[in-house]
């Protein structure tokens, strides 16, 4: 139950980075899908040059795949520069430069799902005062993706990856998303449900659909151990999606896994190609 009746789309900031940016449209759509999200692709560019936004967004069109969710500017990822939304100083001033530039981008492709990272703590500033700047900056966040009529989320990391941020638990980012939309009355902060991440954290996983699938806003997904496929690791995927749909859940689940040693399209066995294509 839980894939047939899911809609499935490809990260290709973690699939398909074999091959260069532009290239990556092209084999999603060859795999079979229809739907791809994105990293903030440029990792020292909050506010790249107008060419090479047109360019991602010609390949996007060109490939006929459909933008579903962007992030929003937070540094290398994976890596060190996680502080987008919680370090004062350059990286709070590149995080805000980015949000309209990224808000319009993916608006102009039709995408209104926009993921902000939190970020990482750091030596020398109290976390108070790094909380208080990223709900700041969050708020900020949230109010030009309302402009677009979009959705603003809010990810939990897990903490043996990510000791540094303090965003490791689902009530954590819950709390979090409560919090922006009480500053913005809004009401358009939602959860990033990733599966993997939480699992890495020992959540009780059917406990968090259960309590948060109202509040979710996407899902993604990577088995564990090892971030691989599903089938790769432990965790029952048909289970819990079905249990999201059950649920209420009617939104896109993100494949946020990594390959393996072959090529990115070899590892997609373990979803029937018809069930690729958005529906």
């Given at each position: 139950?839980?894939?047939?009746?899911?809609?499935?789309?490809?990260?290709?900031?973690?699939?398909?980075?074999?091959?260069?940016?532009?290239?990556?449209p092209?084999?999603?759509?060859?795999?079979?899908?229809?739907?791809?999200?994105?990293?903030?692709?440029?990792?020292?560019?909050?506010?790249?040059?107008?060419?090479?936004?047109?360019?991602?967004?010609?390949?996007?069109?060109?490939?006929?795949?459909?933008?579903?969710?962007l992030?929003?500017?937070?540094?290398?990822?994976?890596?060190?520069?996680?502080?987008?939304?919680?370090?004062?100083?350059?990286?709070?001033?590149?995080?805000?430069?980015?949000?309209?530039?990224?808000?319009?981008?993916?608006?102009?492709?039709?995408?209104?799902?926009?993921?902000?990272?939190?970020?990482?703590?750091?030596?020398?500033?109290?976390?108070?005062?790094?909380?208080?700047?990223?709900?700041?900056?969050?708020t900020?966040?949230?109010?030009?993706?309302?402009?677009?009529?979009?959705?603003?989320?809010?990810?939990?990391?897990?903490?043996?990856?990510?000791?540094?941020?303090?965003?490791?638990?689902?009530?954590?980012?819950?709390?979090?998303?409560?919090?922006v939309?009480?500053?913005?009355?809004?009401?358009?902060?939602?959860?990033?449900?990733?599966?993997?991440?939480?699992?890495?954290?020992?959540?009780?996983?059917?406990?968090?659909?259960?309590?948060?699938?109202?509040?979710?806003?996407?899902?993604?997904?990577?088995?564990?151990?090892?971030?691989?496929a599903?089938?790769?690791?432990?965790?029952?995927?048909?289970?819990?999606?079905?249990?999201?749909?059950?649920?209420?859940?009617?939104?896109?689940?993100?494949?946020?896994?990594?390959?393996?040693?072959?090529?990115?399209?070899?590892?997609?066995?373990?979803?029937?190609?018809?069930?690729?294509?958005?529906?």
């Open positions: 139950m839980g894939f047939t009746d899911t809609r499935f789309n490809v990260n290709l900031s973690i699939l398909f980075t074999e091959l260069a940016l532009l290239e990556r092209a084999a999603a759509r060859a795999a079979g899908f229809t739907a791809v999200e994105l990293w903030w692709p440029w990792v020292d560019a909050p506010t790249p040059d107008r060419c090479e936004l047109d360019a991602l967004a010609g390949a996007l069109r060109d490939a006929g795949t459909q933008l579903t969710g992030n929003f500017y937070a540094g290398r990822l994976p890596g060190p520069d996680r502080g987008a939304l919680s370090v004062p100083g350059e990286e709070s001033a590149r995080f805000r430069a980015n949000v309209p530039v990224a808000v319009e981008f993916a608006a102009s492709l039709g995408c209104t799902s926009f993921n902000a990272l939190y970020g990482n703590r750091v030596e020398g500033v109290s976390a108070a005062e790094q909380d208080a700047l990223a709900l700041t900056n969050l900020f966040a949230a109010r030009e993706v309302a402009q677009v009529e979009g959705t603003l989320l809010i990810e939990a990391l897990n903490a043996p990856e990510s000791p540094q941020c303090p965003i490791v638990s689902a009530p954590k980012a819950i709390e979090v998303v409560d919090a939309n009480a500053a913005t009355g809004v009401d358009n902060a939602r959860f990033l449900m990733d599966l993997y991440h939480l699992s890495m954290n020992g959540e009780d996983l059917a406990e968090v659909i259960d309590r948060y699938t109202d509040k979710t806003g996407h899902v993604q997904i990577a088995d564990n151990p090892g971030r691989g599903p089938g790769t690791g432990h965790l029952d995927f048909d289970a819990l999606l079905g249990q999201l749909k059950n649920n209420g859940y009617d939104g896109w689940v993100g494949l946020e896994y990594k390959p393996g040693q072959g090529p990115s399209a070899e590892s997609f066995a373990w979803l029937p190609a018809p069930l690729r294509a958005a529906c």
